[in-house]
């Protein structure tokens, strides 16, 4: 069995690796040159397209940037065409003119222990350096393999990192062909990723699994190149994957390259702007095939060399091209218009002629009769599926929760499936503006002009239905100006959407870590985004009719609008809080660099590991820099370890942003940065509640606004009511304002109980 495991893998791979060969591609040549007259236009198996070109042709052969040249090995059999040169032992498989891609290999990435413990046996970390090709975002994926493992994607320009863990206990738990997280998991690339660094972490150094999973792997591949098998924990039988690379040409958009003197799309071509990367492509106008970047390159086809090429009368009919097209018409002594698919050409016929062309007509009108008729039911099909799909999600129990709540003011929408694919052109990828753990984000417009936000999210539990509904009732009424407003859903489809307000200035991890807007985050305008934020998880914890903890708290979840205030969102994590427990026993979910260190170990989810999460958050309003980097020296790549150490050995002002640095708010930040270390004690008793926070925030915020009020005890009952606090927490729902002294009696009939996977 595992003799023929290993070959199946060896065939696999070879299959996917070996030359691409196209037995038309010689003959093709012959007639469509693809490269300049002189030049060489084949490296072994593999064809060289203008603007590629050999590396040791004349550099008139290829286009200018060295991203271009094709390095052919000829000592080979046959010879190996590489990127750049063969030292970089990036093989060319194939590059596609239609598609503008190029796919290579790519090493994969290992980390091995052996028995003894902390001892790595080996260790192989690949990187890319892919010029001014970006890796594609659309066919390729992220992916790590083991047991103990976490592994990151770390951008080479350093805009941005990701990653994604797998952990198990037992090679029983695995499923092969899975990529959940369990013994594999994988992950979506961004668009304009220039190249990459890859990083492989181990949690306890593969010793609790090293029976049956010694070695991490990460690797980019491309889709479909992988399939994952439990035996691969043992031993990966890979060493390199294919990888595509977008590329396109110059660095200008089509309109602005048409005005310039090196415009590569010649004669017959139309010109497309770059979606991913920079520049612009070639491709050849309909009824025209060649290469679009050579001079007279696209020629004409000529359909009627080919019947399959063109929908002539094969019989009778006559086919006539004409540059770019082609037309139909009948041969003499036939009548019609010529096209197979139409009337075609019928002779000139006798009455009994006729008569047998009028039992064809009928015969043409029963069949698309039942054409229409099969239609009919496909279309019924279309709409119990849709039916059933909104009974699976509980859309009667929605229906009837939402009646029930409140049949007057209710402002909480369930949309149908034709108005969100409107609203979002299809979900067409231009409107994606995120994608998270927990699915992806899509820019709507409604009928009414009003801009939404909807997200796709996983496949929902279906054991969990009830669950998920009462969950979208509760957010439905938190009615707080610091939160995205959950406007309604959708559960006409297999997965249900959630449609929320759009918030259109971005989140606040931008705003912090990108230079060209962090200069604009005064201290004043931290403080009181942290303020905001703090007031907000108070709210769900302590305010709400059934607590709520978000669970993903991190600078990325809290959007900003125009005016800079904070809106807290993505609440696919969040868990409610049953009444009568104060924990939650879940499998531990959140963002590295935010996690909470007690939560990680016990996973036990309490209300204080929102407090370590937004204390996280306070430091990176306070230094700027980011929750976790490896590009930061190994002490300092988790920020809160590095903060707690720098305010222990009174070094808090070498690390506080150079924004904020100079505008004389010295004591405050100090104060502030004690805040944020009583928020990051590693035991949550020790932690303050998300109320306390809140409260002593505000006091800042008003300190900063009033300096009158810097006398003023702001820690006691009297905040309280300076704050607008009440004797009895206020509770905003649908927007009537109503006081907390219980829940209502349509919420005590919500019975909550722990969700076992993350919408």
Not at 194 to 209: E, L, M, P, R
Not at 686 to 700: C, K, N, Q, W, Y
């Amino acid at each position: 069995m595992v003799i023929h495991w290993l070959l199946l893998k060896v065939v696999v791979l070879g299959a996917v690796l070996g030359p691409y060969h196209n037995p038309l591609a010689a003959e093709a040549a012959a007639d469509d040159p693809i490269t300049k007259p002189g030049c060489r236009s084949t490296c072994g198996n593999l064809s060289i397209p203008y603007p590629f070109g050999s590396r040791d042709s004349d550099p008139s052969c290829r286009n200018g940037p060295s991203s271009f040249e094709v390095d052919c090995d000829d000592s080979t059999d046959p010879p190996t065409p590489y990127w750049y040169d063969k030292s970089s032992n990036l093989q060319i498989l194939n590059i596609s003119l239609e598609d503008h891609e190029m796919r290579i290999t790519m090493f994969i990435g290992q980390d091995c222990y052996n028995s003894a413990p902390y001892a790595a046996r080996s260790r192989t970390i690949p990187s890319l350096v892919s010029g001014q090709f970006p890796i594609s975002n659309t066919k390729n994926k992220f992916t790590g393999v083991g047991c103990d493992t976490a592994v990151y994607f770390l951008d080479r320009r350093g805009d941005f990192a990701f990653g994604c863990m797998s952990l198990c206990n037992d090679i029983a738990e695995v499923t092969n062909g899975s990529c959940s997280g369990i013994g594999c998991c994988e992950t979506s690339i961004p668009r304009n990723s220039f190249g990459y660094n890859i990083s492989i972490a181990s949690f306890k150094n593969h010793t609790d699994v090293l029976r049956f999973n010694n070695c991490s792997y990460a690797f980019v591949a491309e889709i479909g190149f992988y399939n994952f098998s439990s035996g691969d924990l043992w031993r990966l039988e890979l060493d390199k994957a294919p990888l595509v690379l977008d590329w396109a040409v110059g660095d200008k958009n089509c309109s602005i390259a048409k005005k310039s003197g090196d415009y590569m799309c010649t004669n017959n071509t139309r010109c497309t702007d770059a979606e991913n990367g920079r520049g612009y492509k070639c491709a050849c106008l309909k009824g025209f095939h060649g290469n679009p970047y050579l001079v007279n390159g696209c020629q004409d086809i000529d359909e009627c060399a080919d019947s399959n090429k063109n929908q002539c009368d094969e019989v009778n009919g006559q086919c006539t091209n004409v540059v770019g097209n082609y037309t139909c018409s009948c041969r003499k002594g036939y009548h019609g218009d010529g096209w197979k698919d139409r009337q075609g050409c019928t002779a000139n016929a006798s009455h009994l002629v006729r008569i047998l062309v009028g039992v064809g007509a009928g015969i043409a009108v029963l069949l698309f009769s039942a054409g229409f008729l099969y239609l009919g039911i496909q279309k019924m099909k279309l709409i119990r599926l849709k039916e059933h799909y909104f009974k699976q999600n509980g859309g009667l129990l929605l229906q009837q929760q939402l009646h029930e709540r409140d049949r007057t003011t209710n402002t909480t929408k369930i949309f149908s499936a034709e108005e969100l694919e409107k609203a979002t052109n299809n979900y067409d990828v231009s409107r994606i503006v995120g994608r998270g753990g927990y699915g992806t984000v899509y820019k709507g417009l409604l009928p009414n002009d009003t801009v939404v936000a909807i997200k796709k999210s996983k496949l929902v539990d279906k054991t969990q239905i009830e669950q998920f509904v009462n969950e979208v009732i509760v957010l439905s009424q938190i009615n707080h100006r610091n939160v995205v407003k959950l406007l309604g859903c959708c559960l006409e489809t297999e997965v249900p959407l959630l449609v929320y307000e759009f918030v259109n200035n971005g989140t606040l991890f931008d705003h912090i870590h990108n230079r060209n807007k962090s200069f604009k985050m005064s201290w004043d305008t931290r403080l009181r985004i942290a303020s905001d934020t703090a007031g907000v998880l108070s709210y769900l914890h302590s305010a709400a009719s059934i607590p709520i903890i978000h669970r993903d708290v991190k600078s990325t979840n809290i959007l900003l609008d125009d005016n800079y205030t904070a809106k807290v969102s993505d609440f696919g994590a969040s868990r409610l809080v049953p009444l009568d427990q104060a924990e939650l026993s879940t499998l531990v979910q959140g963002t590295l660099g935010y996690l909470d260190p007690e939560y990680l170990q016990t996973n036990q989810l309490t209300e204080k590991s929102d407090v370590y999460s937004f204390g996280v958050v306070l430091v990176e309003l306070i230094t700027g820099k980011k929750a976790l980097s490896f590009d930061r020296p190994e002490k300092e790549r988790n920020l809160a370890m590095h903060f707690l150490s720098a305010l222990k050995n009174n070094r808090l002002f070498q690390i506080v942003d150079g924004v904020i640095a100079n505008e004389g708010n010295d004591e405050q930040v100090r104060e502030i940065a004690n805040v944020a270390k009583r928020c990051l004690m590693v035991k949550g008793e020790e932690r303050p509640t998300m109320r306390e926070v809140a409260i002593e925030l505000e006091g800042f915020k008003e300190k900063s606004s009033h300096p009158w009020m810097s006398n003023v005890d702001l820690h006691g009952e009297e905040a309280l009511h300076l704050l607008g606090e009440k004797t009895h927490p206020t509770v905003y729902m649908d927007g009537i304002e109503t006081m907390n002294t219980g829940a209502s009696d349509s919420m005590k009939n919500l019975v909550m109980t722990p969700v076992n996977s993350g919408r």
